[in-house]
């Protein structure tokens, strides 16, 4: 890569980056190198460049929108939102955002120098917090009870979708990467680095889901205490607040106790217990080989020392009980 | 669509009822929380008399020793042994020495890496077996009372099958040995967990793992309730006093040496074995029937952690003649620290050994 298409590149990361935040990017010297913009788009060809970029990035989040086929069925039914509704708000978000780039004009403005941006920075602000507001509407009405994530769901079902896609992608994208094959050449701490990194990626998923799973029955029971007969209804309204609170907490007991005995509870806790094991020992390879390049022991080291202490202590005291002495320790303090 | 809500306006024209006393609680609190308190826990004064490795055995003497056969209780591996001495008014070690009872208690320590060789066997057959014949030898009495706390009612349980001369009375309280049961959270969970991979990835079973488990098995509680009764209640000297010191013992677990959690964990949660009389520690098998001495069995109706289930089997398993259940209506934690059931539950235990003192 040249560096003109590198500081393409940097400058297009850049734009997208501020645009996600809802920050209007000042990008220094741009103003001033419009004529620049102009001649760098027209030396490099970038225009076309851009347009196949932003092609493909649309495709893929076209194809992400499309992984999910539970996500735009469930539960439309009975007029709520589908459980996906925030991955598919945030899948449109982005779609919108690229298809704007993909406008007469707009590809050519990006390499004006963002000299005349506002209209196109207002609409992907608008776009963006459009797709904001959505996620946080979805989420009051969840913590209201009639939000649609939870309407269908349960223990064994609940919005795993999310994090099963997100899982496979990693599975299938990223972990490939880092579990590429290494040429020694680069040394075994680079692989020990990836596992790690590989690893904590896994369980940092694996907590996702288990937290996600403590959350539900907080949103049930809020569902409940709203739901028909509920204390928390307007027709219904509790006279002691502190009533409210404990009838509300004697309800999240009880969906937390059907939640801790069901099958799924029990597999979420091992699933995100596995990871944390592996990442723990991936964590103590890394770290051992470090030690060894420091030539300072590691902790297989040491347990191999612990051991051996162990088994000579535990000689020790058959001996000496054998010989029906009393070792020094046993005296009083 | 029907679309109720949650009645916002009403909860805060409660709260704002209230904002006058909570303003009055906040500023009694800040004098409490920023003048003295005293949460010392495990504050009886004692007497350190023995040590091995990391293990240390607590005298406590009596103003007037009642009965000759001193008793020694031993707690488990997971928590600390200062539950039974959390504060002043609500000892179960203080309630014992007033009924003239000479009391030993166990402090494990706390385990390192370098103790995760240690198996159950050491801790049975070595520390607790040394520690029961120092106490003989020291009395000059031929057994010894053993109470056992939680998971160490399971290890007095192991021992007084294993030696049963070195036994007068058995006492054991939320104790489990009978662990195939759906009742209790750890019981289910326990099931599903690799062992070995468990204890191959950490060595010691840490505390704070240990803990973020005993805390999820009732988050509501744990997590809220607890703290919002604690803003309730901290212009209260006294209450914060007792709170913090619960507050200590819970959030200090120690770790827990791996070799000894594989097998609990494998043999006890998993495999049940204890009472089908099928565990071996080094070979020797953990025989119930073994168990001929006076028991005393104490549990908790409400114990989420040790449900009775859990409990209630052992005076069935054991070939004691002289056998006694008591439920209680409390939880896990109640026996120990409830002032209802402490004035109840040690003079029951004090009378009861008397009567077998002879």
Redesign the interface.
Known sequence: MNPSHAKMHCEIFLLTTGLRTGKVLVLPGWDSEASMAQEFSRTTGSEPLLAAWIKWTMDFWDTMAQMGPGLDRVSEA??GSPPGDAWLSSLHLWQAFFSLLTEPGTVAAVFQGIRAPAEIVLRMAQAGWGGYFQLHRQWLEG????GTPGETDDFAGLEREIFKICTDLYESDFRRLLNMPHLRLTGLTQERLNQATDKFNQFQAAMGEFISM?YLPVKKS?RA???VG?M???EN??E??KE??KGW?KI??GH?MTL??SAEY??T??QT??A???F??AKDALMAEAMEALSLPS?RD??DL??E???LK?SL?EISKKLDRT?P??E?? | ???????VN??LA??AA?AEEAKHRLEKAKDVLLGPLDTDIGATPY???????RVRLKYYRPETARLKTPLLLVHGLFNRETLLDLQPDRSIVLKLLQEGLEVYVVDWGSPT??D???TLD?HIN?YLD?IVD?IRHRHGVPKVSLMGVCLGGTFAVIYAALHPEKIRNLITTAAPTHFDT?KG?LH??L????VD??V????NLPGNLVNTAFL??????LF??KY?GFLENMDSKEFVENFIRMEKWIFDSPDVPGETVRQLLKDLYQDNRLVHNQMELEGRRVDLSQITMPLLNIYGRYDHLVPPEACEVLTKSVGSRDCQDICLDTGHIGIYVSARFQKEIVPTIAAWLREREG
């Open positions: 009975d007029g913590w209201a009870g009639n403590l809020l205490m709203t739901g509920g928390g209804r307007e309204p509790p002691d607040f409210y609170y907490l999240l007991e937390y801790f005995q029990a597999r806790l091992v217990l596995t944390l094991q592996d723990t020992m902790r040491l347990d612990y051991r202490m162990y088994i535990k005291k070792e320790s046993q009083p303090c | 669509m029907d679309r109720p809500k949650i009645p009403l909860i409660s709260l209230d007497d350190l008399v023995y040590q091995e490795d890496r370098r995760q060789f240690l050491d070595g040394n120092f759906p959270l289910i969970w099931k599903e967990i690799d991979r468990l191959d990835a950490f060595g999820l098995m009732n988050p509501p509680r809220l309730d919002l």
